[in-house]
T-cell receptor
Framework: NAGVMQNPRHLVRRRGQEARLRCSPM?????VYWYRQLPEEGLKFMVY????????ESGMPKERFSAEFPKEGPSILRIQQVVRGDSAAYFC???????????????FGPGTRLTVL | AQSVTQLGSHVSVSEGALVLLRCNYS??????LFWYVQYPNQGLQLLLK??????LVKGINGFEAEFKKSETSFHLTKPSAHMSDAAEYFC????????????FGPGTSLSVIP
């Protein structure tokens, strides 16, 4: 959905460098999900954040990966000391939520395609 | 735990022919089910979703899907394929719990032959 913005769209890093991926949710949305899509595979859940809180990071690799969603500004997915296996498309999705309601639609951004040389 | 399988990683149909993309799910609770489409180098767009109520769900671009609980299936169909339908299609499931982590299937690549 055009309302969710991700930047950069393409990112090239050498092994050992850091990658920072940004996601600006739709206006009024305070829930952000990050997914990773490896080549020829479906999307895999990584982490779910609300403003200033990590709710579920069960899909995040235990090392080198971190995510935040500060009170102000975009959500950041940070990958330290990147390796070739980190090459993938990283998508974020944002969601608004009505009180007491479940499963409101997630709107996906265009993704960041990370290439590690 | 939830999971999704999609039978056939690649499907080819002729323009004007029926499109049928298969999806089966596993869920310990009544699921919410989705179909997303992804065009090359783009994000995902929601085609349709089933939450509760009518089991035949109509979506955008002429697609529809039917939730069959007894078969744990949610197959996607379109009566007549267009060239513009060529894309990657993902079936997905989530559970109506406190938040909505979506579990995606591996995807089916649809090719439309002129």
């Amino acid at each position: 959905n055009a309302g969710v913005m991700q930047n950069p769209r393409h990112l090239v890093r050498r092994r050992g460098q850091e990658a920072r991926l940004r996601c600006s949710p739709m206006k009024g949305h305070s829930h952000v999900y990050w997914y990773r899509q490896l080549p020829e595979e479906g999307l895999k859940f990584m982490v779910y954040l609300q403003k200033e809180n990590i709710i579920d990071e069960s899909g995040m690799p235990k090392e080198r990966f971190s995510a935040e969603f500060p009170k102000e500004g975009p959500s950041i997915l940070r990958i330290q000391q990147v390796v070739r296996g980190d090459s993938a498309a990283y998508f974020c999705a944002s969601q608004g939520r009505r009180a007491g309601a479940h499963n409101n639609e997630q709107f996906f951004g265009p993704g960041t395609r990370l290439t590690v040389l | 735990a939830q999971s999704v399988t999609q039978l056939g990683s690649h499907v080819s149909v002729s323009e004007g022919a029926l499109v049928l993309l298969r999806c089966n799910y596993s869920s310990s609770v009544p699921p919410y089910l989705f179909w997303y489409v992804q065009y090359p180098n783009q994000g995902l767009q929601l085609l349709l979703k089933y939450t509760t109520g009518a089991t035949l769900v109509k979506g955008i671009n002429g697609f529809e899907a039917e939730f069959k609980k007894s078969e744990t299936s949610f197959h996607l169909t379109k009566p007549s394929a267009h060239m513009s339908d060529a894309a990657e299609y993902f079936c997905a499931v989530s559970a109506p719990v406190s938040y909505d982590k979506v579990i995606f299937g591996p995807g089916t690549s649809l090719s439309v032959i002129p």
